[in-house]
């Protein structure tokens, strides 16, 4: 029996998908491409999927995250709730908001505008700055005459061929713009020279011109994807992008994409969520608020996971989480910006981040780029905070890299009140120890719409030197900021619903807590195990770096009481943000840069942690607050 | 005021479009991309869009080509009716044929086989075969472990150091197939390689296969579409298809056609007109029914006039017609499959055949090579009847060039009853002198649907022969095969109404015999001045090949008897079928032969008729049957 299912978006739009009874909403919702947030893949424990019922007939299972009186008013989780008859459902923009929410920005003021500016001086003081490749050459042709009517192309190349080391190709594209541009400027041109391998005239000019040189460069993470355009002449970003990577409604992990990705269809499904529905979008977007034309962008420069490379070039992944675990590739080289699909110039290059292994990719290549560790001969590591955690440690003698699935919860997933560092975020917590009243510091100023990774660090560890949870990560206090459930769960009101942007009350839960415990503990245990197996104390660390998405104010020393970081010297620690995409943009800057990672990817030897049995002992040890061996770390409030 | 027409058309589909009161219907037919033939413009010359009214109202111009009984039964001409309200009217397959029908089959068995397999010797014999640059490589590469988790493509390229000359790159494509490839065949594969500049991997099979390696010769006229399907190892032709092009809605001719690119959107509407909608649909077919998937044609090689090679890649043909003359290229290099935009492998070499003016394009320096008159020492004279009439005259000392708009005539255009040479067209004709019957030899063999070039050759031949039309091409004799309009204007019956396969008489008018007068004096005159300019009596001419998609009939003596071609000894002229798709299957099956293309198009000289006075004077003396100085040809009836 099949039924049809209304969604009602919230700012009026209607789908209509036919379902059979039984299928869950957030199921039916796929088909009709309509993105319903659900991190924790549908499996009732992250309530982000929330929508209302407004009329007809569904089945519903319980769930701790509606209150009696919500269900009443028909609120319901989507992937808990099945077609039982026909139904309108109303879709709020924020179960929407987690995955699909796009921004596109300068590139702020704060401290991520910083850790940017202090990397481009950096590398220009190793000169890796300004080296596209790309160059504008001015070229003054004879006007044809009938005594000398040679074609526009042949013209031009006869003009440029004492300008150019060895023979030039023109592409298709200036081809298709040379006769008007010629006959506009009195047969003058400014040419768009790509040099290097195969030379080619990307673009033509009337003379005269001052074209904008527009570039990008990209970080595909698994969770969020971020867009970085740039002036390729000056390497000053024009303007950044934001969205969610629209994978995420196939799962909120790598392992849940892969094998969605080997269902009929699946492998052009998340290749069309993430290239057409999500960076596609976000370049125009980026585009048109820097009023240039993105088939006029000429370089670009991609750095992702392994997985999520191999989803963007629509290259089976599969073969990722199979014994002996072998990618379709690691180093792609160069391919086209016709071939990529994001309709920039067709024969832009666009580079890929190499990849090491199946589980440490370009993201990390690029990343150990941008933190610089390689070129110096302390021992530095870096940890890359995404849904992996990625760690990598040495210097310019040796580079060892691991993983480890820290899941999405610094990027605000599988935390019920998680999203991602944008608008509403909460960043920054400090807690009263007394009143237990909390002060929150929010990315745009305005009222809280949820926690972001670092807000979320802070917290755990306010918190936790508060009293308020154990080391269990139990609530252990009461009072007015303090909830429970029937089943004397526990959670904590970080905003109640007057002060909050969504409505309602923004809570943290235990069931929180110990998502994010496991998170931290993922991270620390990778890490002690990492150099126990290479022999290495933790104080032979000298620098750490810390990168991801998670927000601009992580607080390095409650991450190191809650257990997260190696207690050693805060000033020893570094916020480098994206490091993932800061290496795409010295990729996309500098064609030497791009040949550094390429040597990293090279270099980089990668650790299998599961095949380490103590992985797993110093995963339990870590999972509490903020350590089964406390004393790696300072006393809680000291 | 706005009305629907809704197009009936045979088969069934309706098509309904929105209309203006006064717009032709041949106009509203192009806006729902229904392909009425109009091959004269629109102009009401032709005849050949005639459709019925089956109801409502329009207001139509008085035709010669519908008497009073079909006008009261609702025959119209598309392009002489506009809308006067809502109507309903129905389009005859007839109304499409001319353009649009594709047939696809083997290369047959008659003359054209025989042509062309002469071609293959004669190419095997100058060793110019075999040439493609592709390679079939077996691989055997060690099974990935986890002590060995090297990527796939970088273990593939392992495996080709030993035997490959230059470092290659994989294709995106490989690189997509090559994961379930290796593991379908146990890590053994046969590797597709392209050799020369920039060697790649273009495909890859599980080892033990056999795949075909197919590749593409398209030749793009004025008015037809031929594309021959190529076994690249043996250089086997698999099969051949035909097509009306698409663009002829737009103009009969490549003026037209520059017209119509210069409006707004005009450009993009010419090249979809030829590419999504005539040569991507005949790959397709012609691939079907050979058993291969398009994506795996791995090469094509392409031939056209200038103007067509510009639609073709989308580049404004524009100041082609504009003084000095210009086109935007003469020869484009290869593009790749991707940028054709014909599906076939992305990274598929396209060759274009080069042009040399913008009237003398790829046709002719494809056809010149095909006709081998670059390569002889005595002086050839190349005859391509197309839509423009192209000529090149010379030998290994010079080539030299010209071209002259005989208009459509000899494919079937501009004559009332003329078609292209498929199936129930009159390729051959002979007239009793005494009865003034008729025998006819049909395309197919079935009921005859007009007539295409070499019959029209034929009967005006025949009918001039018979004393049945004078010197001026006017009808003076009577009887049961004439007819005399109201004006007095007569016609030929070829078929009466129940011998015809449409049904309707088949008629040649004084008009068409007028039309087809002018188009055979451009191109006598044509050979006249080229030969008088370069100081050479038509004597010179040691050889004359005779190409062009008129039909494999050509009857010479006939050709020559109406003053045609030359009066020079018959054994000396030489069909040579389509010369441009011949070359253009050379330069697809060899590299070198495409390297010797590339030298006529840099060697061959264009002469502009149209600058030379006494080009006129002999077109004009040359209007008549044979000729105004009869001197030059035999006697008629000799």
């Keep these: 029996m099949e039924f049809n299912i209304t969604f009602n978006l919230d700012g009026g739009k209607n789908l209509t998908a036919p379902a059979q009874k039984g299928e869950t909403l957030l199921e039916i919702a796929k088909k009709?491409?309509?993105?319903?947030?659900?991190?924790?893949?549908?499996?009732?424990?992250?309530?982000?999927?929330?929508?209302?019922?407004?009329?007809?007939?569904?089945?519903?299972?319980?769930?701790?995250?509606?209150?009696?009186a919500e269900y009443a008013e028909g609120d319901r989780l989507a992937c808990s709730t099945t077609v039982a008859g026909e139904a309108t459902i109303y879709v709020p923009a924020g179960a929407l908001a987690y995955q699909n929410r796009m921004k596109v920005t300068d590139l702020g003021t704060g401290r991520e505008r910083e850790v940017f500016t202090a990397f481009q001086q950096e590398l220009q003081a190793m000169d890796l700055a300004g080296d596209t490749g790309l160059e504008l050459l001015p070229v003054r042709l004879n006007e044809p005459s009938l005594d000398d009517a040679m074609a526009d192309t042949e013209r031009l190349l006869l003009g440029l061929a004492g300008q150019t080391e060895e023979p030039v190709t023109i592409t298709?594209?200036?081809?298709?713009?040379?006769?008007?541009?010629?006959?506009?400027?009195?047969?003058?041109?400014?040419?768009?020279l790509r040099k290097g391998k195969n030379p080619a005239i990307l673009d033509v000019f009337p003379a005269g011109a001052h074209p904008?040189?527009?570039?990008?460069?990209?970080?595909?993470?698994?969770?969020?994807?971020?867009?970085?355009?740039?002036?390729?002449?000056?390497?000053?970003?024009?303007?950044?992008?934001?969205?969610?990577?629209?994978?995420?409604?196939?799962?909120?992990?790598?392992?849940?994409?892969?094998?969605?990705?080997?269902?009929?269809?699946?492998?052009?499904?998340?290749?069309?969520?993430?290239?057409?529905?999500?960076?596609?979008?976000?370049?125009?977007?980026?585009?048109?608020?820097?009023?240039?034309?993105?088939?006029?962008?000429?370089?670009?420069?991609?750095?992702?996971?392994?997985?999520?490379?191999?989803?963007?070039?629509?290259?089976?992944?599969?073969?990722?989480?199979?014994?002996?675990?072998?990618?379709?590739?690691?180093?792609?080289?160069?391919?086209?910006?016709?071939?990529?699909?994001?309709?920039?110039?067709?024969?832009?290059?666009?580079?890929?981040?190499?990849?090491?292994?199946?589980?440490?990719?370009?993201?990390i290549t690029a990343g150990a780029f941008s933190s610089l560790i390689f070129k110096k001969e302390s021992l530095s590591l870096l940890i890359d905070l995404g849904t992996n955690g990625e760690l990598v440690f040495g210097g310019s003698e040796f580079l060892m890299s691991c993983a480890c699935s820290a899941g999405p919860a610094f990027e605000g997933g599988d935390i019920?009140?998680?999203?991602?560092?944008?608008?509403?975020?909460?960043?920054?917590?400090?807690?009263?120890?007394?009143?237990?009243?909390?002060?929150?510091?929010?990315?745009?100023?305005?009222?809280?719409?949820?926690?972001?990774?670092?807000?979320?660090?802070?917290?755990?560890g306010e918190l936790f030197r508060c009293g308020i949870i154990n080391a269990k990560g139990k609530i252990s206090r009461e009072g007015k900021r303090i909830r429970r459930d029937e089943y004397g769960q526990g959670a904590y009101v970080i905003a109640f619903a007057p002060e909050s942007g969504t409505g309602r009350e923004i809570l943290l839960t235990e069931t929180d807590i110990d998502s994010f415990v496991r998170a931290k503990g993922a991270i620390f245990s990778a890490i002690r195990t990492m150099l126990a197996l290479l022999d290495f104390p933790m104080e032979a660390i000298e620098n750490v770096y810390v990168a991801g998405g998670i927000g601009s104010g992580i607080n390095i020393k409650q991450a190191i009481a809650i257990g997260m970081f190696p207690h050693i010297p805060i000033e020893q620690y570094h916020y480098i943000g994206n490091s993932s995409l800061s290496g795409a943009y010295a990729m996309l800057t500098s064609r030497k840069a791009g040949d550094l990672v390429s040597g990293i990817g090279k270099s980089l030897t990668y650790l299998e942690l599961s095949s380490h049995p103590s992985y797993m002992d110093e995963f339990v040890a870590a999972c509490f607050l903020p350590h089964t061996d406390a004393a790696l770390f300072p006393p809680a409030g000291g």
């Excluded at 298709?172 to 768009?192: E, I, M, Q, T």
């Excluded at 969605?260 to 979008?281: M, Q």
């Design 32 to 68: 009709v491409n309509l993105a319903i947030d659900a991190p924790c893949s549908g499996n009732g424990t992250c309530g982000k999927c929330r929508i209302k019922l407004l009329s007809g007939t569904v089945e519903s299972k319980e769930t701790r995250h509606i209150d009696p």
């Design 416 to 460: 019920s009140c998680g999203m991602r560092a944008t608008d509403g975020a909460i960043e920054g917590v400090s807690i009263d120890e007394q009143t237990m009243e909390p002060t929150v510091r929010i990315i745009g100023g305005q009222k809280p719409a949820g926690l972001c990774g670092s807000g979320l660090i802070d917290i755990i």
């Design 212 to 363: 904008v040189l527009p570039g990008l460069a990209i970080d595909i993470g698994t969770t969020s994807v971020s867009i970085l355009l740039v002036n390729l002449e000056t390497g000053e970003p024009l303007a950044v992008g934001n969205a969610g990577n629209g994978q995420i409604r196939y799962g909120a992990d790598v392992i849940n994409r892969i094998i969605e990705s080997t269902k009929p269809g699946g492998l052009a499904r998340l290749h069309k969520a993430v290239v057409d529905e999500c960076i596609g979008p976000l370049i125009r977007q980026l585009c048109e608020n820097s009023g240039v034309q993105p088939e006029q962008v000429y370089r670009a420069a991609v750095a992702g996971n392994t997985t999520m490379t191999h989803l963007f070039l629509q290259v089976s992944p599969e073969h990722l989480r199979l014994e002996p675990y072998v990618p379709a590739f690691f180093d792609v080289g160069p391919i086209r910006g016709g071939e990529a699909g994001i309709g920039i110039h067709p024969d832009a290059e666009v580079l890929i981040a190499p990849a090491v292994g199946s589980y440490v990719g370009g993201d």
């Design 172 to 192: 298709l594209y200036a081809r298709r713009k040379l006769p008007s541009v010629l006959r506009d400027s009195g047969f003058s041109c400014l040419c768009l």
